[in-house]
RNA sequence: UGGGGCGUCGUCAAGUGGCAAGACACGGGACUUUGGAUCCCGCAUCGGAGGUUCGAAUCCUCCCGCCCCAGCCA
């Protein structure tokens, strides 16, 4: 059989699907699955089950399916259906012809649990919801048998056949799998397999008032489709010996469950509950917010699907439950866009700057290179005129030292065009700011380098005020305050959310300003705004001539670690 | 002594008895028309204590810590 291509050793989860395969288990097939429930959108988190499941399947040559895990109406959606589907494909994968519903397999799963009963293994169940949590008994106790537990085949066909045609209300009864209430293991205590549900679901509607239960449905779903590895995360592993369980009973095809360790990234809240929360009380613009861990968050602030991949796979697949650094995500795509990113010049915090000794009436254009990177990336035409912006941070009155900038006096290249010194600084009378500069430049020096070979410390970006297109710049920031675990667990005990959220992971720019190349930038466009970082026109906000851009991540910026240590 | 799982660098993670991979982060240096990129260099004795062995992160014993399970959610 295939072996997979990574010469480096497997993680345990490819370790025993290549020993399974080299055993001639299942005769060497290898068949996965990725099972979302359609109650919300895809993270990066569950980019990681995916990943793991359809490269796994890949590397094998084998397949993987996509199941929707829709057995509880009440919380699925159609929208989510249609958004996962996008984000899988958007990460580059994809299950063919296998796009399966666990709800397709209702009337099987049905025939199957009467099967159980049959054998007399299930039996339909009188107790309330809260009789069937005393009865259950405790982490240290053992349950009690309830008092319908050794109702005759018959009455249980029969009952089973009444909930099923909707005659009993919601919670009246259900059907549970009959193992032993005493199993230091509580899943095994005589775990619900159907319970009533007068909802309509959002593929079968209103034509099932029974609902198979996630353990039931989801090992024979992957029996039905042929899976041979259900690969999950680790919060099952306690249900493996239910998931064996019942197709030992049932005697059907046994595909064999895999639990690894979910992904945890500090800085980013990663649970669905909580995430439903911050898009319901408007802490984000939506699913999609570009500040949002969702792959379409992720997506609409800039990652490349590649970028994501490179992540997971450095991340690795293990038991031990981690949190990785958010900064490893960060390289990633860094280290992506680098090699892609075209170089633009856009000043976000605009200082206007006069050269003086420059003619009024003179213009011109210089050829940038768009990406040092990559030669096959070509040159673009840059305006050049009188007046242009620079950054504001680019320039000290009183610079400190290792300050390489613009500062009085002093001398500094404007990226792609002239070597120019600063003359004049123009404050505002009243308030003493800083409103303009005025420098000189040196014709010598087109292009950037002098002929007398000076050199100087600093370059600068810069836009013709001329030619420049004004933008919304939104720089995102992380959305948990604190990087520790800590936060993501309070946030699931119900702290306040206030407490927990970045109170400024945005901050909108306006009024920055821009080359013209990107006066109608493409949404989805990305670009390095150089010295500064990676950016990408905003998919849902951004028009032409008025583009908007989210920063998909900031350069590292060494300057700012020496002016932090100087600081102390 | 309810059951199950996990503990290797700041963060992930290889390693399955024979000198503790790699990555990110961090620190230092070179180079540079992005204080970017690139390139060098540095950075752990394996939760603890005993034991077995010529030799242990890897085997045994005990201890400590963390996670999961008491939905008619998945």
Same mark, same amino acid.
């Given at each position: 059989?295939?072996?997979?291509?990574?010469?480096?050793?497997?993680?345990?989860?490819? *370790?025993?699907?290549?020993?399974?395969?080299?055993?001639?288990?299942?005769?060497? #097939?290898?068949?996965?699955?990725?099972?979302?429930?359609?109650?919300?959108?895809?993270?990066?988190?569950?980019?990681?089950?995916?990943?793991?499941?359809?490269?796994?399947?890949?590397?094998?040559?084998?397949?993987?399916?996509?199941?929707?895990?829709?057995?509880?109406?009440?919380?699925?959606?159609?929208?989510?259906?249609?958004?996962?589907?996008?984000?899988?494909?958007? &990460?580059?994968?994809? +299950?063919?012809?296998?796009?399966?519903?666990?709800?397709?397999?209702?009337?099987?799963?049905?025939?199957?649990?009467?099967?159980?009963?049959?054998?007399?293994?299930?039996?339909?169940?009188?107790?309330?919801?809260?009789?069937?949590?005393?009865?259950?008994?405790?982490?240290?106790?053992?349950?009690?048998?309830?008092?319908?537990?050794?109702?005759? !085949?018959?009455?249980? &066909?029969?009952?089973?056949?009444?909930?099923?045609?909707?005659?009993?209300?919601?919670?009246?009864?259900?059907?549970? *799998?009959?193992?032993?209430?005493?199993?230091?293991?509580?899943?095994? #205590?005589?775990?619900?397999?159907?319970?009533?549900?007068? *909802?309509?679901?959002?593929?079968?509607?209103?034509?099932?008032?029974?609902?198979?239960?996630?353990?039931?449905?989801?090992?024979?779903?992957?029996?039905?489709?042929?899976?041979?590895?259900?690969?999950?995360?680790?919060?099952?592993?306690?249900?493996?010996? $239910?998931?064996?369980?019942?197709?030992?009973? &049932?005697?059907?095809?046994?595909?064999?469950?895999?639990?690894?360790?979910?992904?945890? !990234?500090?800085?980013?809240?990663?649970?669905?509950?909580?995430?439903?929360?911050?898009?319901?009380?408007?802490?984000?613009?939506?699913?999609?917010?570009?500040?949002?861990?969702?792959? *379409?968050? $992720?997506? #609409?602030?800039?990652?490349?699907?590649?970028?994501?991949?490179?992540?997971?796979?450095?991340?690795?697949?293990?038991?031990?439950?981690?949190?990785?650094?958010?900064? $490893?995500?960060?390289?990633?795509?860094?280290?992506?866009?680098?090699?892609?990113?075209?170089?633009?010049?856009?000043?976000?915090?605009?200082?206007? /700057?006069?050269?003086?000794?420059?003619?009024?009436?003179?213009?011109?254009?210089?050829?940038? /290179?768009?990406?040092?990177?990559?030669?096959?990336?070509?040159?673009?035409?840059?305006?050049?005129?009188?007046?242009?912006?620079?950054?504001?941070?680019?320039?000290?009155?009183?610079?400190?030292?290792?300050?390489?900038?613009?500062?009085?006096?002093?001398?500094?290249?404007?990226?792609?065009?002239?070597?120019?010194?600063?003359?004049?600084? /123009?404050?505002?009378?009243?308030?003493?700011?800083?409103?303009? $500069?005025?420098?000189?430049?040196?014709?010598?020096?087109?292009?950037?380098?002098?002929?007398?070979?000076? @050199?100087? @410390?600093?370059?600068?970006?810069?836009?013709?005020?001329?030619?420049?297109?004004?933008?919304? !710049?939104?720089?995102?920031?992380?959305?948990?305050?604190?990087?520790?675990?800590?936060?993501?667990?309070?946030?699931?005990?119900?702290?306040?959310?206030?407490?927990?959220?970045?109170?400024?992971?945005?901050?909108?720019?306006?009024?920055? @300003?821009?080359?013209?190349?990107?006066?109608?930038?493409?949404?989805?466009?990305?670009?390095?705004?150089?010295?500064?970082?990676?950016?990408?026109?905003?998919?849902?906000?951004?028009?032409?001539?008025?583009?908007?851009?989210?920063?998909? /991540?900031?350069?590292?910026?060494? +300057?700012?670690?020496?002016?932090?240590?100087?600081?102390?």
């Amino acid at each position: 059989m295939a072996t997979p291509e990574r010469a480096e050793s497997l993680d345990f989860v490819r *370790a025993k699907v290549a020993e399974d395969t080299a055993s001639g288990r299942y005769e060497g #097939r290898v068949h996965t699955r990725f099972p979302p429930e359609p109650n919300g959108y895809l993270h990066i988190g569950h980019a990681k089950a995916f990943n793991l499941n359809f490269s796994i399947a890949d590397e094998f040559g084998g397949l993987c399916n996509l199941r929707f895990d829709d057995t509880n109406p009440t919380a699925e959606e159609t929208e989510y259906v249609e958004s996962i589907l996008e984000d899988i494909h958007w &990460l580059g994968y994809d +299950w063919g012809d296998r796009l399966y519903y666990a709800s397709d397999y209702f009337e099987q799963l049905h025939e199957y649990a009467v099967d159980l009963i049959r054998r007399g293994k299930a039996y339909v169940c009188d107790l309330s919801p809260e009789e069937t949590r005393e009865y259950r008994g405790t982490l240290k106790e053992p349950g009690k048998d309830s008092p319908y537990r050794d109702r005759p !085949v018959e009455e249980n &066909l029969g009952l089973f056949a009444r909930m099923k045609a909707g005659e009993f209300p919601d919670g009246a009864r259900t059907l549970r *799998a009959k193992i032993d209430m005493a199993s230091p293991n509580i899943n095994l #205590r005589d775990p619900v397999i159907y319970r009533i549900l007068h *909802a309509e679901h959002h593929r079968t509607g209103d034509t099932w008032r029974i609902y198979p239960m996630y353990d039931w449905a989801h090992g024979l779903s992957d029996s039905i489709e042929g899976v041979t590895h259900s690969i999950c995360s680790i919060e099952f592993e306690n249900h493996r010996p $239910l998931y064996d369980w019942f197709l030992d009973e &049932l005697e059907v095809f046994h595909p064999q469950q895999i639990e690894f360790a979910r992904l945890y !990234v500090s800085r980013m809240i990663l649970s669905k509950r909580r995430l439903l929360q911050v898009v319901e009380r408007g802490y984000v613009d939506g699913w999609d917010d570009a500040r949002m861990p969702t792959l *379409a968050g $992720l997506r #609409r602030r800039g990652y490349t699907p590649e970028s994501i991949r490179e992540f997971l796979k450095r991340v690795g697949v293990a038991k031990t439950e981690s949190e990785i650094d958010v900064a $490893l995500l960060e390289h990633c795509v860094r280290e992506d866009l680098n090699a892609k990113a075209p170089r633009v010049m856009a000043v976000l915090d605009p200082l206007r /700057v006069v050269i003086e000794n420059y003619p009024e009436e003179q213009g011109e254009e210089f050829e940038a /290179v768009n990406n040092p990177e990559d030669p096959d990336a070509g040159s673009r035409k840059l305006p050049f005129s009188r007046v242009v912006f620079i950054e504001r941070a680019d320039f000290q009155e009183d610079p400190p030292k290792k300050f390489h900038r613009l500062a009085p006096g002093r001398e500094v290249r404007l990226k792609h065009a002239y070597l120019v010194r600063c003359e004049k600084v /123009v404050k505002d009378k009243a308030t003493g700011e800083v409103v303009e $500069l005025r420098c000189s430049y040196d014709p010598e020096t087109r292009g950037g380098d002098a002929p007398d070979g000076r @050199k100087v @410390k600093g370059t600068l970006h810069w836009v013709s005020a001329e030619h420049a297109v004004d933008a919304e !710049v939104r720089i995102l920031d992380y959305l948990l305050r604190e990087p520790d675990p800590e936060a993501d667990t309070a946030a699931d005990a119900g702290a306040e959310l206030d407490d927990l959220i970045n109170p400024s992971s945005r901050t909108v720019l306006k009024g920055c @300003k821009v080359e013209p190349s990107l006066a109608d930038s493409p949404p989805g466009s990305r670009y390095q705004f150089l010295r500064q970082g990676y950016f990408c026109t905003d998919s849902v906000d951004s028009r032409p001539g008025a583009p908007v851009f989210n920063r998909t /991540v900031s350069l590292r910026d060494t +300057w700012a670690k020496i002016a932090k240590a100087a600081a102390k």
